[in-house]
């Protein structure tokens, strides 16, 4: 079915890139966006011809098909039954309604006499998405959930995470992770473990002395039952991949635990990250399951609030702000914080306890405090849920990279201000020469290239020795000697034809990626049509990591049909060329 959606949509699309055309002067007030679904699925389902339109096809495509596949029912409640007339109008008005179509008046009117129908089943469909919507957030509600809290994290001020190099020196101090290396390595290679309990009660006393636990005194409880904490680093062990399943009741050390902390920084961090989720663990647990249910999430709930108070809060307000989150998330929460409060002295215990073990926070003098590590994993679970943060690189550490990331999506103004804060930190000579060799990684980043040649272009001459380095990089070369030339540097050579062919199409790539309208109001900034014909002509000659794809969207997308033809022209030379 895929490859029939897609062999329909290419047949449809210059029709409708017509109609489009023809939609802006004869019928400006209809949305020529929803006739595309319309239009494909009346060819797959209705008519082996786009052109021929019967009044029963109006029925199978817009009662039967549309409400299964529309994405905005309501918009195509408001703006479906305009924006078909004018399709259909237009149809006929063009002479493009084949043989077989109804006439225009009888498609009006039945039309007309479906209107009510769509509109009805377009509402019911708004409906069912509303009450989802709501099932979904009640359903997603909970302690540990980060979307409440969405517009306060969007609107907190930047955050700056530190070098991967620092965190990764902080992970391998982390206790958690060397208790579940401990762990591992004295469970061994295949070890058999039980269906009840993974391990039985005189392999439990000698795992406790290997993480330093006490044996809890005898009780009612089996001592499976008794050392949860037990459990929690075995299961952190199994999330850091030091434990491995092998069969139904076999498991082994994996090889490399028995080194950790690994030397690696990027090999540190990436173990840290893959227990990131054992922050679930430090959850109070309790005796009675509902009470230890009620309380799920608790960590995740501390941690949002710390960040929300920019990284450090008291822990009395901690404990007041989530005893009342307790109470009011769960109709047993006051019950089970009251219970927790009995057996752990105070509910946050165990939550602090693991999040210190795991080096994401710090307690001092009754504060709560993120460290560097824990302020980069609660922007990663923050991430995770898909809520907005900004949060970037400190200005000491960023790299070149990083800045010319980071600064692409920024306002001019933002992106001004931190190259200015990262060229305090740096002598701008070596500061030009970084920025041209991240420049220089990915050829086909025009964004990151055209981002890096006007920073380095506002150092003036002292970017001089950068520039001339860039001359033998093939993608910067246009702008080296675009800027060298501009600096008046005696010896540097002019820039070529394809020196400015290259710029062009680097243009091109960046107004593509932003979507039809502003690549196509590029192509008229480059000039009329004769112009547009006559690059065309050459530029296909210029091995630009987008050319290909470029002059494919140039042919669709320019409305003059001399400049399509020019286009694909090009590309069959472009491809020609490379064969």
Aim: hydrophobic fraction near 45%.
């Amino acid at each position: 079915m895929t490859d029939r959606i897609e062999a329909a949509a290419a047949e449809l699309r210059p029709l409708l890139q017509n109609f489009i055309l023809w939609a802006r002067e004869n019928a400006p007030g209809s949305d020529s966006n929803l006739v595309g679904s319309v239009a494909l699925w009346h060819r797959l389902i209705a008519s082996d011809d786009v052109g021929r339109w019967k009044q029963s096809d109006l029925r199978t495509v817009l009662l039967d098909r549309m409400p299964q596949v529309v994405e905005d029912p309501d918009a195509a409640a408001d703006g479906m039954m305009p924006a078909i007339r004018a399709y259909l109008t237009f149809l006929s008005e063009s002479d493009r309604l084949a043989k077989g179509s109804a006439s225009l008046d009888d498609l009006l009117a039945e039309l007309d006499r479906l209107e009510d129908d769509f509109v009805d089943a377009m509402e019911d469909l708004v409906v069912e998405e509303d009450e989802d919507e709501e099932y979904d957030e009640e359903e997603s509600e909970g302690l540990g959930d980060f979307e409440p809290f969405a517009d306060e994290l969007s609107e907190l001020p930047t955050i700056r995470l530190r070098p991967d190099s620092e965190l990764a020196a902080a992970t391998r101090r982390t206790t958690l992770i060397a208790k579940a290396r401990d762990l591992a390595v004295w469970v061994g290679s295949e070890r058999q473990v039980g269906e009840t309990s993974l391990l039985d009660d005189t392999e439990i006393v000698e795992a406790l002395a290997v993480l330093g636990f006490p044996v809890p005194e005898k009780g009612g409880a089996s001592l499976a039952d008794s050392v949860p904490a037990l459990w929690n680093i075995w299961n952190l062990a199994i999330d850091l991949d030091f434990l491995q399943p092998e069969g139904e009741d076999t498991v082994s050390v994996d090889a490399d635990t028995a080194e950790w902390p690994f030397e690696e920084d990027d090999d540190a961090l990436d173990a840290w990250m893959a227990g990131l989720h054992s922050i679930d663990y430090g959850d109070p647990e309790l005796e009675d399951e509902e009470a230890t249910i009620a309380l799920s999430g608790l960590t995740r709930a501390l941690l949002v609030r710390v960040l929300l108070a920019t990284g450090s809060k008291p822990l009395a307000d901690l404990r007041a702000e989530l005893a009342e989150a307790v109470a009011e998330y769960d109709d047993l929460g006051a019950e089970a914080w009251t219970a927790a409060t009995a057996q752990y002295g105070d509910p946050l215990n165990p939550v602090l306890d693991w999040l210190t073990g795991y080096g994401m926070v710090e307690v001092e003098h009754d504060q709560v405090r993120l460290t560097p590590l824990g302020m980069e994993g609660v922007v990663h679970l923050v991430d995770d849920a898909d809520i907005e943060l900004d949060a970037r690189p400190a200005i000491d550490a960023m790299t070149a990279l990083d800045l010319l990331s980071f600064g692409a999506e920024l306002p001019e103004e933002e992106a001004d201000a931190e190259f200015a804060a990262w060229m305090e930190l740096r002598a701008p000579e070596q500061a030009a020469r970084d920025l041209l060799e991240a420049a220089a990684e990915d050829d086909a980043d025009a964004l990151i290239r055209v981002q890096a040649a006007s920073m380095v272009g506002s150092l003036g001459d002292v970017a001089v020795p950068a520039w001339r380095e860039a001359l033998d990089e093939p993608s910067l070369r246009p702008y080296a000697a675009t800027h060298l030339a501009q600096l008046g540097v005696e010896d540097a050579p002019t820039p070529t034809q394809a020196d400015t062919h290259w710029l062009i199409l680097d243009m091109l790539t960046i107004s593509a990626g932003l979507g039809r309208p502003e690549f196509v109001s590029s192509l008229d900034d480059i000039g009329n049509v004769p112009n547009l014909v006559s690059l065309l002509e050459v530029i296909w000659k210029v091995p630009h990591p987008h050319l290909e794809e470029l002059l494919e969207a140039i042919g669709k997308a320019h409305p003059d049909k001399q400049v399509g033809k020019a286009a694909k022209r090009a590309l069959f030379k472009a491809r020609s060329g490379q064969n």
